[in-house]
């Protein structure tokens, strides 16, 4: 049995409202689903015709039929037509803010982990190879530095040349009679052949 009954209230954000009921002191509770054309929004006032079943314990409208459906399909003009597409369009909108919202969380908290990742693995990786190039030019200097005192000894003992000088008044310091006796033939400067030559002229 259809019963007629006029929309009371009607919660967009929801999709649900109720229905007055002449002749009856409660209102009737209805849910955008059971509505046959469920783009078009109840509108305060409009007609319902339906049938009263019960469900989950509570009654509730279904099977409605709009009475003034062909009016409001008149009255549906571009201007109403666009601001019900953008009371969608915000709802929507909305929505996707607040999916949104967890997603940025969860990302920011996904972009600490990385970074936690990154310094905990590349940061001493860094530093060993930093360290071991550091070793290695003061390996390099010190290289350097031996080759130049090596240099300094050889360019030292090249200045000394057996020019077939024998004595020791010919000899202008210890380190040149020390060359002669070891490097050249027949010198007459260690006389107690020691191995030390000029004792006396160099006072060794």
């Known amino acids: 049995m259809f019963t007629e009954g006029k929309v009371k209230s009607y919660i967009t954000e929801r999709g649900f409202g109720f229905i007055a009921i002449e002749g009856e002191s409660k209102d009737l509770?209805?849910?955008i689903k059971d509505f046959?054309?469920?783009?078009?929004?109840?509108?305060?006032?409009?007609?319902?015709?339906?049938?009263?079943?019960?469900?989950?314990?509570?009654?509730?409208?279904?099977?409605?039929?709009?009475?003034?459906?062909?009016?409001?399909?008149?009255?549906?003009?571009?201007?109403?037509?666009?601001?019900?597409?953008?009371?969608?369009?915000?709802?929507?909108?909305?929505?996707?803010?607040?999916?949104?919202?967890?997603?940025?969380?969860?990302?920011?908290?996904?972009?600490?982990?990385?970074?936690?990742?990154?310094?905990?693995?590349?940061?001493?990786?860094?530093?060993?190879?930093?360290?071991?190039?550091?070793?290695?030019?003061q390996s390099a200097q010190a290289t350097n530095i031996v080759q130049i005192a090596d240099n300094t000894k050889i360019s030292n003992t090249q200045?000394?040349?057996?020019?077939?000088?024998?004595?020791?008044?010919?000899?202008h310091s210890y380190e040149e009679a020390v060359f002669f006796i070891n490097n050249c033939p027949g010198t007459l400067m260690d006389g107690n052949n020691d191995g030390e030559p000029c004792e006396r002229q160099f006072r060794r």
């Open 36 to 137: 046959p054309n469920k783009s078009l929004e109840p509108k305060l006032g409009e007609k319902l015709k339906f049938r009263i079943v019960e469900e989950n314990g509570k009654l509730k409208a279904d099977q409605i039929v709009r009475l003034d459906v062909k009016i409001e399909s008149v009255m549906y003009t571009p201007q109403s037509r666009a601001q019900a597409n953008r009371s969608h369009r915000d709802r929507s909108h909305a929505k996707q803010k607040k999916q949104s919202g967890g997603l940025n969380f969860i990302n920011l908290i996904v972009g600490f982990v990385i970074v936690g990742i990154f310094s905990a693995i590349f940061i001493p990786l860094i530093s060993g190879i930093y360290q071991r190039e550091t070793l290695r030019r």
């Open 159 to 171: 200045i000394f040349t057996c020019d077939g000088r024998k004595h020791c008044s010919e000899m």
């Open 29 to 31: 509770f209805f849910h």
